[in-house]
């Protein structure tokens, strides 16, 4: 069975960082490029980050420079580093395949860059 989990979310200031945690199943981590999803209230669930098997790594235009996608395969764990948070970097954040499979969503981890 298909598990995915993320952790790591929390209330920050702007400019503060936060580091995100994805545990998922070893069945779909070791086969899949691997990609972090955001939702911010009232819109839609867009792209973060993905990062490929062998580590190849692009970022949407929002995060480039600010967040660090890795991954550890022998621990079937991927992580989002994100420094110089925004306010608009407000949202629910998940991890899962890229291209996104509808049945993997996780129940995700709140972020939220408030003064």
């Known amino acids: 069975q298909v598990q995915i989990v993320e952790s790591g979310g929390g209330l920050v200031q702007p400019g503060g960082s936060l580091r995100l945690s994805c545990a998922a199943s070893?069945?779909?981590?070791?086969?899949?490029?691997m990609g972090w999803y955001r939702q911010a209230p009232g819109k839609q669930r867009d792209w973060v980050a993905r990062i490929t098997r062998g580590g190849i790594t692009n970022y949407a235009d929002s995060v480039k420079g600010r967040f660090t996608i890795s991954r550890d395969n022998a621990k079937n764990t991927m992580y989002l580093q994100m420094t110089g948070l925004k306010p608009e970097d407000t949202a629910v954040y998940y991890c899962?395949?890229?291209?996104?499979?509808?049945?993997?969503w996780g129940q995700g981890t709140q972020v939220i860059v408030s003064s």
């Open positions: 070893g069945s779909i981590f070791s086969s899949y490029t």
């Open positions: 899962n395949t890229y291209p996104r499979d509808p049945t993997y």
